[in-house]
């Protein structure tokens, strides 16, 4: 099996990014808050807007892509910390390290932006993904809010709870979120 590797895409990458968003939201609707109808109609402009708007990472292996992760702060007030959303990995892939290759290298450009802390939203009924974030070191904190999920009609009591992964020096969690 050959070595997974993961970068962080340019904006002139926006095509790679697309596919694998795409793919991803056909392949796991129910983990998105948003649909592959609804974003395969986006312009250039628009993908290119969302890649100046955080940071995207792809894991790739043999050439292919098998996952995908997000890092932004463009939607959080708490100063120096910042959001990682949008993960996915391919099916066939699961379980393999690709995960823990995205996390490991979206904290590291975390620091690298100089954020504090990173906050990870996980469903509180996703018992996997919340024992897998925090075997990574997030932290559940009392934080909590509504899930939104399209293409599922049993979600009207599905909520996130926010997890919180330290960054550098930083050892506590942070107040506000």
Same mark, same amino acid.
């Given at each position: /099996? +050959?070595?997974? +590797?993961?970068?962080?895409?340019?904006?002139?990458?926006?095509?790679? !990014?697309?596919?694998?968003?795409?793919?991803? &939201?056909?392949?796991?609707p129910e983990a998105f808050v %948003?649909? *592959?109808?609804?974003?395969?109609? !986006?312009?250039?402009?628009?993908?290119?807007?969302? /890649?100046?708007?955080?940071?995207r990472l792809l894991a790739e292996?043999?050439?292919?892509?098998? =996952?995908?992760? +997000?890092?932004? +702060?463009?939607?959080?007030? @708490? #100063?120096?910390?910042?959001?990682?959303?949008?993960?996915?990995?391919? #099916? *066939?892939?699961? =379980?393999?390290?690709? *995960? $823990?290759? &995205?996390?490991?290298?979206?904290? *590291?450009? %975390?620091?690298?932006?100089?954020?504090?802390?990173?906050? !990870?939203?996980?469903? @509180?009924?996703?018992?996997?993904?919340?024992?897998?974030?925090?075997?990574?070191?997030? $932290?559940?904190?009392?934080?909590?809010? #509504? /899930?939104?999920?399209? =293409?599922?009609?049993?979600?009207?009591?599905?909520?996130e709870l926010a997890m919180v992964? #330290?960054?550098?020096?930083?050892?506590?969690?942070? @107040?506000?979120?």
């Amino acid at each position: /099996m +050959s070595e997974i +590797s993961v970068r962080v895409l340019q904006e002139e990458d926006w095509p790679e !990014y697309r596919d694998v968003r795409l793919r991803a &939201l056909k392949e796991s609707p129910e983990a998105f808050v %948003a649909s *592959a109808a609804e974003e395969e109609d !986006y312009d250039e402009d628009r993908w290119r807007s969302r /890649m100046q708007r955080s940071r995207r990472l792809l894991a790739e292996q043999d050439e292919t892509v098998v =996952g995908v992760v +997000s890092v932004g +702060s463009h939607k959080i007030e @708490t #100063p120096g910390a910042g959001e990682l959303f949008g993960l996915w990995v391919d #099916p *066939a892939k699961r =379980g393999s390290g690709v *995960a $823990r290759k &995205l996390l490991e290298a979206a904290a *590291a450009q %975390a620091r690298a932006d100089d954020l504090k802390h990173l906050i !990870y939203w996980v469903g @509180t009924d996703n018992g996997r993904a919340v024992a897998f974030a925090s075997s990574f070191g997030f $932290r559940p904190t009392d934080n909590r809010r #509504p /899930m939104e999920i399209h =293409g599922v009609d049993d979600a009207e009591d599905a909520e996130e709870l926010a997890m919180v992964l #330290p960054l550098g020096n930083s050892s506590g969690v942070p @107040t506000s979120l």
